[in-house]
């Protein structure tokens, strides 16, 4: 069997073997962020409330302090925004902890805009 070089006319199609490449640009957006909250009770201790903050959001004590008196005064405070799996792994971590410990804190999340 002979081997025959291909010609640019041989191509499918035909033609006069020109092509045109189109590029694709594939446009990658970030995920969603989710802000997690906390929610005032009157029954949680504030000092509890501190300890969750220090411990879970990594908050040094004073920080941990003013993000507390906001919760205490305007009934919740955003407590860090988090990628969705992050956000609801800290809102399970906080709401397991306060069951252990008898406390009804609520922590939640929402979608940030």
Do not use: W
Not at 7 to 33: A, F
Not at 89 to 95: D, I, L, P, R
């Amino acid at each position: 069997m002979l081997l025959q070089p291909l010609k640019m006319s041989d191509k499918p199609g035909g033609g006069d073997g020109t092509s045109v490449l189109v590029e694709t640009r594939t446009r990658t957006r970030r995920p969603p962020l989710y802000k997690v909250l906390l929610l005032n009770d009157d029954y949680t201790p504030m000092e509890f409330v501190v300890h969750v903050l220090e411990r879970f959001f990594g908050m040094n004590h004073a920080q941990a302090f003013e993000i507390m008196l906001t919760v205490h005064k305007k009934g919740l405070a955003v407590v860090g925004v988090f990628s969705h799996e992050i956000a609801e792994t800290k809102v399970g971590q906080v709401m397991d902890f306060a069951r252990r410990h008898q406390h009804p804190l609520q922590c939640t999340m929402e979608r940030e805009d």
